[in-house]
């Protein structure tokens, strides 16, 4: 009695050697090249953006942590 499902070795492995259709030079020769310029004052609004998010989440977890789900036993 053969509890594993017989299944094929060739279907767990990925085929590595599949040539892709395009290059990496391709690929960013197809992204404009603003793209590639750093900003820091773009890279420091993302930061606070993310910063102010996690914040707002963490205020409403802590609000909703109160009588929402909690019920007194008793």
């Known amino acids: 009695m053969q509890l594993t499902p017989n299944i094929s070795s060739s279907l767990l492995k990925p085929n590595c050697k599949a040539e892709l259709p395009f290059t990496l030079q391709d690929l960013k020769a197809a992204i404009p090249s603003h793209c590639f310029e750093p900003s820091t004052w773009r890279s420091l609004a993302y930061f606070f953006l993310d910063i102010g998010l ?21």
């Open 54 to 74: 996690i914040a707002g989440l963490y205020a409403i977890a802590a609000s909703l942590n109160s009588w929402l789900f909690f019920q007194p036993s008793g």
